[in-house]
């Protein structure tokens, strides 16, 4: 079964099919960049958000692009419209500013696969492996770990390490997609893996290249390596909406999260950009509300608060990263300016 995509954009920009009333959404989109301006606030938001919580950040991009522009704010206060994990990053990068997640219930399930005892009794099997985590994982996790990576630069972060034998954690199917591509590494990989990416079957591309034979088929690698390997590029968020925006062909099927797939349809109108069905929805993802945003905001409620005997660790791991991929951690690329800067696409 396939979606038409005047049916994908009606679901997506209803969100879980709740409208709200146009006059109620511009009046609170309005107040909540009042009160940023107010408070000398930054709203954060990645691209798998709801559409109209995407439109009142200032900063719109994936994990990498966000972990950068929270290096660099100037502002008081982040508000973190992501999951758990992004917000603790963020904190991680700014110790002494106040960083609040709209809605606490919005964790990532991938993360949450790995505990600290987890990865402790990982290590224990490979004694003297260096370890790489996924940048989907907590801060404990990360200060078990020795560097951090995005999908963005995983395979130069492996690569950076004269070791042979890596541990990859947490996610597995960006952990075959870096072992592909360095094939001289022996990765030790965690069991670990995206339920929303991992919905997509092998048959439901199948199927949609049915549908749209001419269409290109584009990959993020947290996908099933069975389903990365049916595309004809496989990137991280902000590479696949890269590679769209830039091809020349009209036609794609993305394989991703489908906040990613509304923003590309809503920016190049012009191309027909498709997904499987079920749709490849994050319910984490979408707990941020307009009305959570402003609680949030007016309240400093729901404030990221890191355990100190695993936050300098945990911010050290971030660190590393940022000197292995580039000499300046605050450069900003991979990121798409909100609605107060004009687009920036670098
Ligand atoms: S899309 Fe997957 S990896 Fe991203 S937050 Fe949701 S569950 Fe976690």
Redesign the pocket.
Known sequence: MVVEITKQKHDLQNGNGKTIPQRDVQSLKEEIRKIVKEKNAVVLTHI?QRLEVQDIADHIGDSLALSRAAARTNADIIVFCG?HFMAETAKLLNPVKTVLLPDLQSG????DMISVDDLRAFKAEHPGAPVVCYV?SSAGVKAESDVCCTSTNAVQVVSSFKEKEVLFVPDKGLGVWVQERLPDKKLHIYDGF????YQITPKDVFVMREKYPEAVVVAHP?CDPEVWRLADFVGSTSQIYKFVSNHSKEQFIILS?QGLVARMQRDMSHKTIVTTFPLPL?P??KYHKLESVLNSLINNVNEIEIRADVFQKAAQTITKMFEITESDPAKNTNLWEGPRKQAVEA
Request: charged share 10%; with cysteine; hydrophobic share 25%.
């Open positions: 798998y999951v990532c399930p991938m993360a989907n995206c339920p929303t990416h947290e999260e994050c984490n993802m």
